[in-house]
């Protein structure tokens, strides 16, 4: 038996070998060393500067399975005071086994929100691992579908470098890697045709996430036709749910965690048209796409494998064009957009367009979902020492129209199907698309920089000293508070002056639907103690279209004396009812709006500038 596991060993680390040695150091047209030394580099410096907190509060929690595997829910919610815990056990499980030890070295720990450094590399490194596990498989799927050595050696780097993948585990670092894996290595039992497998693996997969149910279901319809298959191998992928759920149900902590997770709400999206109110924009898009697979009937091993990768595409389109979703789901369709581009005669015109797809998402969530902040889990947070942000990679991006960059979004996804169907598919499996290589690597480095640069232009600027006076900005949005902009009726704001130099403000506003009059909008600033104005700018409303957006009030940079009270007034022509205001949020720090003392409400702003 030794000597088997010692010929297996040495036998795919000869492969490794032989794979390296065939490889130029480098090659404009073909995978190359240079491709894999460079890009490692690249994903070791983003593992270990990056990371957004869901990671670090999730790997925390996990250590309350040492003593209270039974009643982890309630314990769960206690520790965190009211934060609920809303996986299913298999994550938490994971991460149990993984973090064994640093439970046994004493790291663990001492609150949910702790901060470690290196614990949350530890929490990074499985999913890393298993990201890497899962591009072996990738390769092992291109052999199978008859992609040859040198593509599907090509399609394991593509996936280890596609954006939606390097930003989702390295630079988001989160565990969706998990579903992926077994998302995948389902789709290879699929393609070999171990139907009771498959079901396993992707019961395994919708532990950690439910989307891998339609993924199971659209593979399955187009592969079985009879009901009684579908019936039994379905009741295979129910089984590690049910495994999960049934012994839990009777908690009430569970079934608040798990069930009352708010991002089960995505998928309820009403939509009208004309009679019918109420549609289900998701379920009616997944049901045609299932549909359709049922009646698909492949002739031929080839046309199974080329119908396999574009259903799982159309239902990626269901699932994030007709849902909200959180950025970092989007490693789901990862490994099937890879296929389907290695397979596509349009492959490059695909790889183009994600460019476009990475910028409008990375542009959309830097408002409020992921932004420089994920820096401050990384090793930089040594330098950085949870300093704000003044300078935020919103503004330096500078394009502010969200309706766009969903379109944008949307209107990829679109093409990713339309040109993903398989009569673009090439029928020469082994064949590599002139310029494929070009369009892996500027993807991968387009994808990187597009986030890195703005977000270093950020942490450069608190090095140089530049801080928030005032900042409640990414504090949750109160959709109803809101102060009207009225004519006579000026809206004062108090705040203390934390440096010399301030250089903005910035004030989120509201404005109502199709509102397109523009008003004047003064803006002065005073000392509050003598009233002497610093600062008085006369200006107007046009180009304030954007609800919920912050607009800059500050247009140059003002010298203020550090520990100054300063009020700043914001007026404006408006009338009554003109349907344009600034939000406001329940203020924590003692700040109130002037005029009105009574209620404990602040703008929701953000005052920058340098000590």
């Keep these: 038996m030794n000597k088997k596991k010692t010929a297996c060993a040495s036998g795919w680390m000869g492969r490794k ?14 995978l190359c060393r240079l491709d894999w030394i460079l890009s490692f580099l690249i994903l070791a410096v983003l593992f270990v500067t990056c990371a957004h907190s869901d990671v670090k509060l999730t790997g925390n929690r996990s250590f309350l399975m040492y003593e209270h595997f039974a009643d982890f829910y309630q314990a769960s919610y206690e520790q965190s005071g009211g934060y609920w815990a809303n996986y299913l056990p298999s994550t938490f499980i994971a991460y149990a086994v993984w973090n064994l030890p640093l439970y046994l070295t004493g790291h663990a720990p001492e609150a949910m929100l702790t901060n ?11 999913p890393v691992i298993l990201y890497f596990v899962t591009a072996q498989i990738i390769y092992k799927i291109g052999k199978e579908m008859g992609f040859g050595e040198k593509k599907s050696l090509l399609c394991k780097f593509a996936f280890l470098v596609f954006p939606m993948g390097v930003f989702s585990q390295f630079i988001f670092s989160q565990y969706d890697i998990f579903t992926v894996l077994f998302l995948v290595l389902g789709f290879y039992f699929f393609l070999q045709g171990k139907m009771w497998q498959f079901a396993l693996m992707c019961g395994f997969a919708a ?16 592969k079985e036709k009879k009901i009684r298959n579908l019936i039994k191998y379905t009741a295979v992928m129910l089984a590690p749910l049910l495994a999960e759920i049934l012994p839990n149900i009777g908690s009430e902590a569970f079934r608040r965690n798990v069930f009352g997770f ?5 998928v309820q999206k009403p939509f009208s048209l004309g009679f019918f109110s109420g549609i289900n924009l998701l379920a009616a898009a997944a049901a045609f796409v299932l549909v359709w697979a049922y009646q698909k009937k492949a002739e031929t091993q080839d046309e199974l494998r080329s119908w396999s990768v574009f259903f799982c595409v159309a239902v990626s389109f269901a699932i994030f064009g007709f849902s909200t979703w959180n950025p970092q789901w989007i490693l789901l369709m990862a490994p099937f957009l890879v296929l389907n581009f290695m397979m596509n005669g349009n492959g490059n015109l695909l790889y183009m367009v994600t460019n476009i797809f990475m910028l409008a998402m990375y542009i959309f969530c830097s408002q409020s979902m992921v932004d420089e902040r994920v820096l401050n889990s990384g090793i930089l947070k040594y330098i950085l020492k949870d300093r704000e942000f003044s300078v935020r990679m919103w503004d330096l991006y500078g394009f502010h129209d969200q309706e766009l960059l969903c379109t944008a979004m949307w209107v990829v ?6 040109f993903g169907h398989p009569r673009y598919h090439s029928r020469k499996g ?16 387009f994808g990187v920089a597009a986030f890195v640069l703005p977000m270093t232009v950020c942490a450069a600027g608190v090095l140089q000293g530049k801080i928030n006076f005032f900042d409640n900005s990414r504090q949750n949005m109160e959709a109803e508070n809101v102060v009207m902009l009225e004519e006579n009726v000026p809206v004062i704001q108090e705040f203390t002056a934390d440096g010399h130099t301030l250089s903005g403000i910035k004030v989120r506003i509201y404005t109502e639907p199709g509102n397109s009059e523009i008003n004047s909008l003064n803006v002065v600033l005073k000392e509050k103690d003598t009233g002497k104005v610093i600062y008085e700018k006369n200006g107007d409303t046009y180009g304030m279209k954007e609800n919920t957006a912050l607009y800059p009030f500050l247009k140059e940079k003002i010298s203020v004396e550090p520990g100054k009270t300063y009020r700043l007034e914001i007026s404006s022509d408006a009338p009554k009812g003109s349907g344009k205001g600034l939000y ?19 703008l929701q702003m953000c005052i920058s500038g340098v000590q």
């Design 584 to 602: 406001c949020v329940t203020d924590k720090k003692g700040t109130e709006l002037l005029e009105d003392p009574s209620e404990k409400r602040s």
């Design 430 to 445: 082994n064949v590599i698309a002139c310029g494929m290589v070009w369009q892996i690597r500027a993807a991968f480095l």
């Design 207 to 222: 532990t950690f996430k439910y989307h891998a149910v339609l993924y199971f279901l659209v593979l399955l319809l187009l």
């Design 116 to 126: 470690s450094f290196i614990n949350i590399m530890w929490y990074k490194l499985l």
């Design 262 to 266: 708010g991002a089960l709400e995505y």
């Design 413 to 418: 996804l679109l093409i990713y199907v339309v």
């Design 17 to 30: 070998k032989d794979q390296w040695n065939s490889m130029k150091l480098w090659s404009g047209n073909n």
